[in-house]
């Protein structure tokens, strides 16, 4: 059974830094790459970046300056880390699962990150 369970969300002031943990369950994430999206209230959902399970990260342009995708195989878990982190970048953060043995990307329930000034 695929789960994907975010942590590491909360209340942060400007300037910090944050690292999201997503923790996968099943074979997937062997398989397959861990995105990264975000989603503002009322806005729709932005690709961050993924990570392929051997290793290597893609971005999207805009977010490649302080955003850093890493995963340990071992421990199945894909991290987020966020540096200075700016109000606008208040939103849930949710990790995906995606590989071609599986009909389709599987979620997790999201993380909340909220930055104050």
């Known amino acids: 059974q695929v789960q994907l369970v975010e942590s590491g969300g909360g209340l942060v ?26 989603q503002a209230q009322g806005q729709k959902r932005d690709f961050i970046g993924k990570i392929t399970n051997n290793l290597q990260p893609d971005y999207a342009t805009t977010m490649k300056e302080r955003f850093t995708i890493s995963r340990d195989n071992f421990k199945q878990t894909a991290f987020l880390q966020i540096n200075s982190l700016k109000p606008e970048d208040t939103a849930v953060y949710y990790c995906s699962a995606e590989s071609p043995y599986y009909e ?11 930055v104050s000034l």
């Open 13 to 38: 002031q400007a300037g910090g830094s944050l690292t999201l943990s997503c923790v996968v369950s099943g074979a997937i994430f062997a398989l397959g790459d861990i995105g990264w999206y975000r």
């Open 104 to 114: 389709h990307p599987f979620w997790g329930q999201g993380t909340q990150v909220t």
